[in-house]
């Protein structure tokens, strides 16, 4: 027991450092910092470049110091100006979607200077075989360095945002930064301090965890992202609860590795991070925020006619079926693995698009899927496919059991620890899923076979449009309008009665269904998977990017869908081909995800808006004589501005939430009504 204790507190200061750097961004900044565990990462390979014989072999002393104090503090400062500041203001997906995206890139970024293939890094222990006895423990004195650095630094913390002007102002600029500003305090430099200050932290525990294991970019980025539960323990605020959190998930894991012989297969070391984050995320209540406190979601993707739907789905089957024609053998392959991706991506439009539920599992989902089509669908049995179904939108419903009290930030984080932990304990329990070898045969129906890859190419093609059209039917109907309600405004939806539950079970549920599709389409075109095809971050095709790609193309498109799958799967492809844009293709899913501080909407929604315009440039060059009368008004006078729905009533918060959800509700467009200039 001692020994479980003394070591538990040395892992425990590993997450108390993480954790903290966690809280300093967000309670200064408002916005998760999901690449925390990558800049960690990176800090430990920049580390590692600085002082390894093997590398540039400086001093020590020096590569500590321009790791810590010159580098970590520089990308803090370099990631809040280029991509933080702008995010203030953005709606909620983006900034999740913006640090994800992040993260990808840093991990992608490392694997590109620091292939694992080529490097063998590697960092020794500070004081190499220098141990003290502590309570019949063998200690290292790397680990005793580990536990001070915990110390110094959370008291350092306390001192500096409670005990100084620049801490008080730091917590003052998240709540209000316009206030802060007209009290002295500048927002933009107390936003750079506070990323400084927090990569900084995360470069220290970057540097102290790497001698454990291995540098490996999706190990030690994962190990850091196990401190995200112990800053959930603090509400992302409370650096003492924080460090309370850390403790518990330290002494957790110590004590599961000892005596994993008696545990469930379900309780191990690897999974204790994801449960406690899942079960925190429960028990500990989110913060509040008023009805209109959050940023509003980007603007709506319009509603495509039933005209052009059906002409969409045509032209994807008919490419379906000539490009096995026209296209190589791998190029072929990429093509399949992406209409099967773009089906799981797919899940995450009524979800997220349409009624706001973040989700960073469907890939998890589809890994179900493809689960229960190994285990029972050998012979490609349709039948089967309808069991898969009803597997996914039971389990579906069941994570959104606990997720009904949870939304933004907190229901991103409970869905990933659910993928975490599909991974890492579910997956596992397949036979041949570890060793990525569990079979799956293509779907026969009746006596029309889908063994050829054309035939099923056009299989996934026709899946794809018909689930499209369920979908757009779904967003044109009844069901639909509540699901914009809801996203709008939950607290109006219930005050008007709305079932909000119900709702929430039926779009998980069907996500959930629709990923499974997915993921046995998916399974069939590959004929066998394993767990490293429906990881979140490491593998072949990981989670992540694939919900970067989604948001990017239009999460509330189903074409953004399509782009999505294609992207993920046809860009290694293009790497390929054409060496020198290799690296390049590499970084697109998290250079993607990092440009939709750009452009919030998605590709297809400024696609659909460059056409638009397009077509009123034409309309404008039939009409010459009114256009020119009408810029000459719009010299003369200020142009009229839209206006909210909370806007239209100067006061009575409850009236103006009824006109949101009516807005949702009825299909109305009162968000932008105009007002003329003089009555303003």
């Given at each position: 027991m001692t020994d479980i204790l003394v070591l538990g507190l040395v892992s425990a200061a590993i997450y108390a450092v993480a954790a903290s750097g966690l809280v300093v961004t967000y309670t200064t900044?408002?916005?998760?910092?999901?690449?925390?565990?990558?800049?960690?990462?990176?800090?430990?390979?920049?580390?590692?470049?600085?002082?390894?014989?093997?590398?540039?072999?400086?001093?020590?002393?020096?590569?500590?110091?321009?790791?810590?104090?010159?580098?970590?503090?520089?990308?803090?400062?370099?990631?809040?100006?280029?991509?933080?500041?702008?995010?203030?203001?953005?709606?909620p997906i983006t900034r999740l979607v913006v640090p994800i995206g992040l993260l990808v890139a840093l991990i992608q970024g490392a694997t590109v200077i620091w292939p694992p293939d080529t490097v063998q890094a590697s960092l020794p222990y500070f004081f190499e075989g220098s141990t003290v006895e502590v309570a019949g423990v063998v200690i290292r004195y790397h680990q005793l360095i580990v536990f001070a650095t915990a110390i110094v630094v959370a008291?350092?913390?306390?001192?500096?945002?409670?005990?100084?002007?620049?801490?008080?102002?730091?917590?003052?600029?998240?709540?209000?930064?316009?206030?802060?500003?007209?009290?002295?305090?500048?927002?933009?430099?107390?936003?750079?301090?506070?990323?400084?200050?927090?990569?900084?932290?995360?470069?220290?525990?970057?540097?102290?965890?790497?001698?454990?294991?291995?540098?490996?970019?999706?190990?030690?980025?994962?190990?850091?992202?196990?401190?995200?539960?112990?800053?959930?323990?603090?509400?992302?605020?409370?650096?003492?609860?924080?460090?309370?959190?850390?403790?518990?998930?330290?002494?957790?894991?110590?004590?599961?590795?000892?005596?994993?012989d008696d545990l469930p297969s379900w309780i191990s070391v690897d999974t204790v991070p994801a449960l406690m984050l899942f079960a925190v995320l429960i028990l500990v209540p989110q913060d509040k925020a008023s009805v209109f406190g959050e940023p509003k979601d980007p603007a709506r993707v319009p509603d495509p006619s039933w005209r052009t739907v059906l002409l969409s789905s045509a032209a994807l089957v008919a490419a379906a079926a000539v490009l096995p024609?026209?296209?190589?053998?791998?190029?072929?392959?990429?093509?399949?693995?992406?209409?099967?991706l773009g089906i799981v991506a797919l899940s995450l439009i009524p979800l997220t698009g349409y009624a706001g539920q973040i989700s960073l599992a469907p890939l998890a989902f589809a890994g179900i899927g493809a689960g229960v089509m190994a285990t029972w669908g050998s012979d490609g049995n349709p039948a089967v496919l309808l069991l898969v179904v009803?597997?996914?939108?039971?389990?579906?419903?069941?994570?959104?059991?606990?997720?009904?009290?949870?939304?933004?930030?907190?229901?991103?984080?409970?869905?990933?620890?659910f993928a975490l932990f599909c991974e890492k304990a579910i997956f596992p329990?397949?036979?041949?899923?570890?060793?990525?070898?569990?079979?799956?045969?293509?779907?026969?129906?009746?006596?029309?076979?889908?063994?050829?890859?054309?035939?099923?190419?056009?299989?996934?093609?026709?899946?794809?449009?018909?689930?499209?059209?369920?979908?757009?039917?779904?967003?044109?109907?009844?069901m639909g309008r509540r699901l914009q309600a809801m996203k709008d405004s939950p607290a109006a939806c219930a005050t008007l009665g709305l079932d909000l539950t119900f709702l929430k079970v039926q779009v998980f549920a069907l996500s959930a269904a629709i990923a499974g599709i997915g993921g046995v389409l998916y399974g069939g075109w590959r004929g066998q998977v394993g767990t490293e095809q429906f990881a979140l971050l490491q593998g072949a095709l990981p989670g992540l990017p694939l919900v970067l790609l989604t948001v990017v193309g239009g999460i509330a498109a189903v074409a953004g869908a399509l782009f999505g799958g294609v992207v993920l799967a046809v860009s290694p492809l293009?790497?390929?081909?054409?060496?020198?844009?290799?690296?390049?293709?590499?970084?697109?899913?998290?250079?993607?995800?990092?440009?939709?501080?750009?452009?919030?909407?998605?590709?297809?929604a400024q696609t659909v808006e460059g056409l638009k315009k397009a077509r009123r440039r034409a309309e404008v060059g039939s009409h010459a004589p009114a256009t020119t009368f009408q810029r000459a008004m719009d010299l003369l006078l200020p142009a009229p501005r839209?206006?909210?729905?909370?806007?239209?009533?100067?006061?009575?918060?409850?009236?103006?939430?009824?006109?949101?959800?009516?807005?949702?509700?009825?299909?109305?467009?009162?968000?932008?009504?105009?007002?003329?200039p003089r009555d303003a």
């Open positions: 900044s408002g916005i998760f910092n999901f690449a925390h565990g990558a800049v960690a990462m990176v800090s430990a390979f920049v580390y590692w470049q600085l002082s390894s014989p093997d590398a540039w072999g400086l001093p020590v002393p020096l590569a500590l110091v321009l790791t810590l104090l010159v580098f970590a503090p520089g990308l803090g400062w370099l990631i809040d100006v280029v991509l933080m500041r702008r995010l203030h203001d953005a709606a008291v350092a913390l306390r001192l500096l945002l409670y005990r100084s002007r620049t801490g008080t102002a730091m917590r003052a600029v998240v709540d209000n930064r316009g206030l802060a500003a007209l009290n002295g305090a500048s927002p933009d430099r107390i936003s750079s301090l506070s990323w400084a200050l927090g990569c900084t932290l995360a470069g220290i525990a970057g540097v102290l965890i790497a001698p454990i294991l291995a540098l490996d970019q999706n190990q030690l980025t994962l190990l850091v992202i196990n401190a995200y539960a112990a800053a959930m323990v603090g509400r992302l605020r409370s650096l003492p609860l924080t460090a309370l959190g850390a403790l518990i998930l330290g002494i957790a894991r110590e004590a599961v590795n000892s005596y994993q024609e026209l296209i190589s053998a791998k190029a072929l392959t990429s093509v399949g693995y992406g209409l099967a009803a597997v996914c939108a039971v389990v579906g419903a069941l994570v959104s059991l606990p997720a009904l009290r949870l939304k933004g930030l907190y229901l991103a984080l409970l869905t990933f620890a329990e397949i036979d041949g899923f570890t060793q990525g070898v569990a079979p799956i045969d293509r779907l026969h129906l009746g006596g029309i076979s889908f063994e050829g890859d054309r035939a099923n190419l056009i299989l996934m093609a026709v899946t794809f449009s018909l689930l499209g059209m369920v979908v757009t039917a779904l967003r044109k109907g009844p293009i790497g390929e081909y054409y060496p020198a844009l290799q690296d390049l293709m590499t970084l697109l899913p998290g250079l993607a995800g990092i440009g939709l501080a750009n452009n919030p909407n998605g590709a297809i839209p206006l909210s729905p909370e806007q239209l009533v100067t006061s009575g918060a409850t009236t103006a939430t009824d006109l949101a959800v009516l807005d949702g509700e009825l299909g109305l467009d009162w968000g932008r009504c105009r007002v003329d």
